[in-house]
Nanobody, 128 residues
Framework: QVQLVESGGGLVQAGGSLRLSCATSGRTFSSYHMGWFRQAPGKEREFVAAISSSDDRLYYADSVKGRFTISRDNTKNTVYLQMNSLKPEDTAVYYC?????????????????????WGQGTQVTVSS
């Protein structure tokens, strides 16, 4: 089992940047595919980005492609989400999630049901 703790959220003006971090417990972080999702008020949770356990596959939602970058450091058991050129519509609670290398992950990385483990979320607010 793995526990996830997000940090790095906050208030930023449109056009600004933030870097979210998701620190994980356990000694098998490198065996987990990781994802970032977000949920805005009154909306369903949506996929943002995902990275494979071996760091060789990256996936992004169209709405963040070219602005956000997901990365991981397996020596620090941490996954990151670098967010640049932020827009007011990026305002949401951001969650990281972990999947224990399911064989179907590459086809289902953008579904929240794929991930068994979730953090508590960190608020990102972008002002116009």
């Amino acid at each position: 089992q793995v526990q996830l703790v997000e940090s790095g959220g906050g208030l930023v003006q449109a056009g600004g940047s933030l870097r979210l971090s998701c620190a994980t417990s356990g000694r098998t972080f490198s065996s987990y595919h990781m994802g970032w999702f977000r949920q805005a008020p009154g909306k369903e949770r949506e996929f943002v980005a995902a990275i494979s356990s071996s760091d060789d596959r990256l996936y992004y939602a169209d709405s963040v492609k070219g602005r956000f970058t997901i990365s991981r450091d397996n020596t620090k058991n941490t996954v990151y989400l670098q967010m640049n050129s932020l827009k007011p519509e990026d305002t949401a609670v951001y969650y990281c999630a972990a999947d224990r290398e399911s064989i179907h992950w590459h086809a289902t990385y953008n579904f929240d049901g794929t991930y068994a483990y979730w953090g508590q979320g960190t608020q990102v607010t972008v002002s116009s």
